[in-house]
């Protein structure tokens, strides 16, 4: 691959090579072919050959600039698996031929108090995020994982075991850690009752974990079409959220619920159902500010929680436990022409539950 000249007025010269990747070039336009430049691995980079890259929700979000902070081109997806092809002189985790991902974050201050305690995510001096973020190396944008090839620096990869089906090992960097990881957090397990709010991307992970530690798991859903699904994912309840009478037989049941939706509803109507001193978490962002009733909260000494994604250490961890427990995503495989028709079936809810793109297709 052709380099380009060393970036100007860096301390250290940077030079590129050209990669395939998929663009958005504005709001309104579809993902598109676009040659993007990385740079060439520095001492502590590893560059990766992308084989599969899941399909995010915030993606789309990106792409379409609903946040109003996407710059363009943007080149989206940050649930990569791939193998390396290069490693910088002082790297030694990581060789040519090793399993890896990347997840959300590809830097971050590394000094503050929350990099110094392993979440990265909540890096208080701002972290970088694997697309639409300035990257410190060159002082470019960040582009993701609908590319051919990456180069991260080595703290920021993991290791993937060889031992599980590699596309659905990709969602779990991050539908797979943004459950994981409040259940970690609030050590759900055995003897615990855990409503799921939502069986979608990251719902079905919720249920897969949260049955994996032991918990009593019920999906709750306005889909009574999703019945079965969630028993075949390992919950052992299931409750229609529209049906009155079977809400009302949940009333102070659960230690914990776990809300993934994204859309505007009613939180509020789960604060009913948790016990004494339970736990709401919310893992899914709605664009609206939520309103939580505070007699039900205060009465009964309930709490509502946020979570987001995990730290490093906390995200090889999960992907150890999955190796160890043979947990991976449910997904649907596509090409990567096919990512603009994806979009809109994710936009009608109409996958199981991820998308994945081979990008061998590239």
Known sequence: MQETKAQQGTATPVSFFQTKAYAAQDAGAALQPWNLERRNPGPHDVQIDIRYCGVCHTDIHFVRNDLGISVYPLVPGHEIVGVVSKVGDHVQRYKAGDLVGVGCWVDSCRVCDSCNEGEQQYCLNGNTLTYNSVEKETGRMTYGGYAAQIVVNEDFVLRVSDTLSLPGVAPLLCAGIT?????????????????????????????????????????????????????????????????????????????????????????????????????????????????????????????????????????????????EHNITADIELIRMSEINEAFTRMERSDVKYRFVIDMASI
């Open 179 to 323: 459950t994981y990881s409040p259940l970690r957090r609030w050590k759900v397990g055995k003897g615990h009752r855990i409503g799921i709010v939502g069986l979608g991307g990251l719902g079905h992970m919720a249920v897969k974990f949260a049955a994996a530690f032991g918990a009593e798991v019920t999906v709750l859903s306005r889909s009574p079409q999703k019945q079965e699904d969630a028993r075949k994912l390992g919950a052992h309840r299931f409750a229609l959220t529209t049906d009155a009478e079977q809400v009302q037989k949940l009333a102070n049941y659960f230690d914990f619920i776990l809300d993934t939706v994204a859309v505007d509803h009613d939180h509020g109507a789960y604060m009913g159902m948790l016990k004494t001193k339970g736990t709401l978490i919310c893992v899914g962002i709605a664009p609206e500010p939520v309103v939580i009733p505070m007699f039900p909260l205060i009465f009964q000494g309930r709490q509502v929680a946020g979570s987001l994604v995990g730290g490093i250490p906390e995200t090889q961890e999960m992907l150890d436990f999955c190796a």
